[in-house]
């Protein structure tokens, strides 16, 4: 086929809806209307006279030759947006762009950056907060922190397990002196307990303590992250389910009291990048000194 009879923005439309598996999210994505994407896609299957979709109730499906065209156009439009960042880079970049997930960023990174500072003084700092975990295309970060409760892998992305996730009730000492006695697991149900996002983390720590399920609450505030439920639990609001690497320093220094011995793994964090191998140098060496801060905050938990 001649280069000239490319479909060059159909190819665009369908490998962006390919990888999202969604029309709304590639319009969203191009910054262009659902009926547009839509509309490049039937005109690029109707030029390959075969479908590239399968149209499901409310999703789509790729078809075999959906999936091996994607393939092709994902390696090939990677390919040519990392050529042009690197002939559009300076040759003296210092800066490098980080995606990091609220409650890490404001209670683990930002905490320590100073230390990247004294350490690379020519090396500057993007963080960009974001929950989402990026594709690392164009125009966005170079590397990412994020934390999963299940998940191992991302598609098009390497991931390296940096530490589990360890989590346990953790209050104000002001709220245990004031509140009714803590001897046993099952005495927190006399306490406002602060969940994050769902109340599934205390269901499963109660499980773990061996408190029968028709003694849990099923009350209490919910909030976004774990930035918040520790703010909330240094205040006396009520009980948080801590992760015991982001409120270590609190622990030890008495402002948060961990009443019991049981713990329970919620997950793990990740530091995920398009290609480790492939990274500028500036992200090279933040991405070294993440591996390192993280080992010494896992020593750290281990040695408490």
Known sequence: MKRGRLPLTALRSFETAGRHLSFSRAAE????????ISRQIRELESFLHQPLFVRLHRRVE??????????????????????????????SQSVVRV???PSLAAV????????????RPDIDVSLEVDVRLIEFRSGQAELALRFSARQKSWPRTEAEHLAAVIASP???????????????????RHYTLLHEENRQGWTRWFEAAGVAGDALPERGPILADTS??????????GVALG????????????????????DVLCGAYW????????????????????REEFAESRRLLEAA
Do not use: C, Y
């Not at 918040?228 to 609001?237: D, I, P, W, Y």
């Open 170 to 188: 953790v209050l104000s000492p002001v709220l245990v002196a004031s509140g009714p006695a803590l001897r046993k697991p099952a005495d927190l």
């Open 99 to 101: 995606s990091v997930e």
């Open 108 to 119: 683990w990174l930002v905490p320590r950056l100073n230390r990247f500072r004294e350490l």
């Open 243 to 262: 992760d015991l690497m982001l409120v270590r320093e609190e622990l030890a220094a008495g402002l948060l009291i961990k009443p019991f011995d049981t």
């Open 228 to 237: 918040l439920s520790k703010q909330a639990a240094m205040l006396g609001h």
């Open 29 to 36: 994505e191009l910054f262009v209307s659902q009926a547009a």
């Open 271 to 290: 530091l995920a990048a398009r290609s480790f191998a492939t990274l500028s140098e500036p992200a090279a060496a933040f991405a070294d000194w993440i």
């Open 62 to 91: 790729l078809t075999e030759a959906g999936r091996r065209l994607l393939g092709q156009l994902v390696t090939s439009f990677d390919d040519i947006d990392r050529l042009l960042s690197e002939l559009a880079a300076s040759p």
